[in-house]
């Protein structure tokens, strides 16, 4: 199986910068996704690493260590926009292919 | 181009009932994915359809199906509804299989269902 472990709730100030954990244990996974959800929203994707390292977009980087089984969000220039709730996925590989999300991190972003 | 529309948007039942929600997606994707939402059990995976075929399930009793049809738009129907049933239900497409790992996802605006 797949679990995904993410804080529940993060606070950052508005202009500062803020990074989202995941961490997850899985027998095997393509990628890691990061998505964002506004209260009474669809989730909409943010992000992609298929490898380990940094990937950037924006505002919003996110990395990937397999070898630590440990991803993170990075936030930057914070905006009131940006409180949201975001959500760490993997798609399993081999006989799981499946996507699994994570827990998910209520961001509040304050003036 | 259009995005992920699920119809309708806000479904009352009563225990019991049976209930068959809608998603189309978008133009020239052949992949559906459906989703559950509650705040106790966060996002879960209820099963892909690709073609018309259905390719991978979660972990749901039997009570919940969908199908696909030729145009990739997709159904799903919840039978003998429980107050647990009450959540959001998402669909999600993409243009190749989820398992291919190339492709996004794209979300509709989901489903909210309410069982009393």
């Known amino acids: 199986g797949q679990s995904l472990e993410q804080p529940s709730e993060v606070t950052a100030v508005e202009g500062a910068i803020v990074q989202i954990n995941c961490t997850y244990q899985t027998s095997g996974f393509y990628g890691l996704s990061w998505y964002q959800q506004h209260d009474g929203g669809a989730p909409t994707f943010l992000s992609y690493?298929?490898?380990?390292g940094l990937e950037e977009t924006g505002r919003f980087s996110s990395f990937l260590s397999r070898s630590d089984s440990y991803g993170y969000l990075l936030l930057q220039e914070l905006q009131m926009k940006d409180s949201a709730s975001y959500f760490c996925a993997v798609l399993g590989s081999g006989g799981y292919q499946k996507v699994t999300f994570g827990t998910g991190t209520k961001l509040q972003v304050i003036p | 181009k259009a995005g992920v529309t699920q119809t309708p948007r806000y479904l009352i039942k009563t225990r019991g009932q049976q209930v068959t929600l809608s998603c189309s997606p978008i133009?020239?994707?052949?992949?559906v994915s459906w989703y559950q939402q509650t705040p106790g059990q966060g996002l879960q995976f209820l099963f892909e359809y690709f073609s018309e075929t259905q390719r991978n399930k979660g972990n749901f009793p039997g009570r919940f199906s969908g199908r696909q049809f030729s145009n990739s738009r997709s159904e799903m129907n919840v039978s003998t509804l429980e107050l647990g049933d009450s959540a959001l239900y998402l669909c999600?497409?993409?243009?190749?299989?989820?398992?291919?790992?190339?492709?996004?996802?794209?979300f509709g605006p989901g489903t909210r269902l309410t069982v009393l």
């Open positions: 133009s020239g994707h052949r992949s």
């Open positions: 690493n298929a490898l380990d």
């Open positions: 999600a497409s993409s243009a190749l299989p989820v398992a291919s790992g190339k492709d996004t996802q794209y």
